[in-house]
C-alpha cells in the first residue's frame, strides 16, 4: 500500500528518492539530487510560476500517498489540470509506461434551444439560456465532448488533438498501487482520478488541494492557501496548478531535452 497522510516525512521522500535514482540510472542526470535537498524556502515571488527543484522534491515527497498520484503526474508530466481531472482509466497503459491523454474536463456554458421572438426575448419567456427548458449546450457544432452530468462536460484536448504522455518508472509503480487502492471506488465516467464516490474533482476544489499540498511542502505560507479574494492584501504568490507544468517544462529544457519534444510532451499550444 502507498504511504498514508501520516506517514512520517523520510518515508515518503523514498519515492522522490527513487524517481531520480531513476533518472540517474537512464542518464537524465548526473547525481540524485535529493541528497542535496535543504528545506525549501516559502514562495515570496516567483515571477516564472514554476517551483524550483527543492520545492518540487518536497511536493513529491508531501504527496507520497494514495490520492497524490495525481500531483506526481502534474510535477513530472506537465499535463494540464484540465487534462487531469478529464483523464481515463482507458488511457492509462502501464506495461507501456504511457497516459494518453485524449480529453479534458470543463464546465460548459447553456444557450437558448427555444425560438427568439421578434421583440428580443425567447419563446420560453425566460431570459437566463441555463433557464430554458430546451436550453442546450453553448458549443462549437464540431466540438465533439461526452456529457457528464449537468455542466461537466469531457471534451478534446485545448491542442485539438489526443497526444500520449512517457511516464518514468517510479509513477508507473505508484500508479500501480493507486489503482489497486482504488479498484473498487465508484466510477462511473470511467476517470483515473476521482473522489470517492465516483464523481469527478472540480477545478475549484483541485486548486484548493494543490494549495494545502504546497502549504504541507513548506513551499508556500497558510495566508496563501486562501482563495485568492479572501487573502489578506498584499499576499505575494499565485500558486495555481499551472505551476506544475512550468515546472515540467523548466526542468525538461534544464536537462538538455530538445524544445520540440518538450512542447510534444505538455501538449504546449498558443496559450
Known amino acids: 500500500m502507498l504511504a498514508s497522510r501520516r506517514a512520517p516525512r523520510v518515508r515518503r521522500m523514498r519515492f522522490s528518492c527513487g524517481m531520480l535514482s531513476a533518472a540517474k540510472a537512464d542518464g537524465l542526470v548526473t547525481r540524485n539530487v535529493v541528497d542535496d535537498v535543504k528545506p525549501p524556502e516559502v514562495i515570496a515571488k516567483n515571477p516564472r510560476g514554476s517551483l524550483t527543484t527543492e520545492q518540487a522534491l518536497a511536493v513529491?515527497?508531501?504527496?507520497?500517498?494514495?490520492?497524490?498520484?495525481?500531483?506526481?503526474?502534474?510535477?513530472?508530466?506537465?499535463?494540464?489540470?484540465?487534462?487531469?481531472?478529464?483523464?481515463?482509466?482507458?488511457?492509462?497503459?502501464?506495461?507501456?509506461?504511457?497516459?494518453?491523454?485524449?480529453?479534458?474536463?470543463?464546465?460548459?456554458?447553456?444557450?437558448?434551444?427555444?425560438?427568439?421572438?421578434?421583440?428580443?426575448?425567447?419563446?420560453?419567456?425566460?431570459?437566463?439560456?441555463?433557464?430554458?427548458?430546451?436550453?442546450?449546450?453553448?458549443?462549437?457544432?464540431?466540438?465533439?465532448?461526452?456529457?457528464?452530468?449537468?455542466?461537466?462536460?469531457?471534451?478534446?484536448?485545448?491542442?485539438?488533438?489526443?497526444?500520449?504522455?512517457?511516464?518514468?518508472p517510479p509513477v508507473v509503480a505508484v500508479l500501480r498501487e493507486y489503482l489497486e487502492a482504488t479498484k473498487d471506488r465508484p466510477n462511473p465516467y470511467g476517470l483515473l482520478w476521482r473522489h470517492e464516490d465516483g464523481r469527478p474533482y472540480l477545478p475549484h476544489e483541485d486548486q484548493q488541494l494543490w494549495r494545502d499540498l504546497l502549504f504541507r511542502a513548506g513551499v508556500i505560507s497558510q495566508e496563501q492557501t486562501k482563495p485568492p479574494k479572501d487573502r489578506a492584501p498584499g499576499t505575494p504568490g499565485i500558486p495555481t496548478t499551472h505551476w506544475a507544468r512550468h515546472t515540467t517544462a523548466t526542468a525538461l529544457m534544464e536537462l538538455g531535452i530538445d524544445a520540440k519534444i518538450v512542447g510534444e510532451i505538455v501538449g504546449h499550444v498558443d496559450e
Do not use: M
Not at 115 to 134: H, I
Open 60 to 168: 513529491l515527497a508531501a504527496s507520497a500517498n494514495v490520492e497524490g498520484t495525481r500531483w506526481w503526474v502534474a510535477v513530472l508530466d506537465g499535463i494540464r489540470q484540465s487534462e487531469r481531472l478529464g483523464a481515463l482509466i482507458e488511457g492509462l497503459d502501464l506495461d507501456a509506461g504511457t497516459l494518453r491523454v485524449d480529453w479534458q474536463l470543463e464546465e460548459l456554458r447553456s444557450e437558448h434551444g427555444c425560438e427568439p421572438l421578434a421583440d428580443g426575448r425567447w419563446s420560453c419567456l425566460t431570459k437566463r439560456g441555463s433557464s430554458c427548458p430546451q436550453r442546450r449546450f453553448k458549443v462549437k457544432p464540431s466540438l465533439e465532448y461526452i456529457h457528464l452530468y449537468g455542466r461537466l462536460a469531457l471534451i478534446r484536448p485545448k491542442s485539438g488533438k489526443s497526444r500520449t504522455v512517457p511516464l518514468i
